[in-house]
């Protein structure tokens, strides 16, 4: 194979080559999974975690509610202490005009979306004048 190559350096190549494949084997297989302990699996949802599953539900009404659901845009989101989640956002009308809205989804489930008189009120009864905790988008 290599013809004038003593013995020593055929060796020492060899040795250089079958570390090399060692090296390159260890580094892909990586460090052992540890299996998923009390300590290391996830802890209880926090309250931010619950509000913000409530407000993508409301997300999913007042886009399935608008007169173009396309065109709904999330502005601001946050929740108070009572656990009302509390959603503005902009969207088209049935004249093409962008408008804004408001959506209320009371901490007992009812669901008040839009720009009328229900939505006041429940805006009022349950948000206004209450602080409110930030959400992200949805």
Known sequence: L??????????VA???VLGGAIA?????????ETPPTAATSRAAPSKDDAMYSR????WVVVRARAKDPSSVAFVDA????????????????SFNALTTGRAVLAPDGA????????????WNRHVAGKALRPLPRP
């Open 2 to 11: 290599m013809a004038g190559t003593s013995i020593v350096t055929k060796l």
């Open 14 to 16: 060899g040795v250089l």
């Open 24 to 32: 390159i084997i260890a580094t892909c297989a990586g460090p052992p």
């Open 55 to 58: 407000l993508q539900g409301l």
């Open 78 to 93: 946050g929740y108070t202490d009572a656990g009302a989640v509390a959603l503005t956002f902009r969207a088209r009308n």
């Open 111 to 122: 669901i008040a979306a839009g720009s009328d008189a229900d939505v006041a009120a429940a």
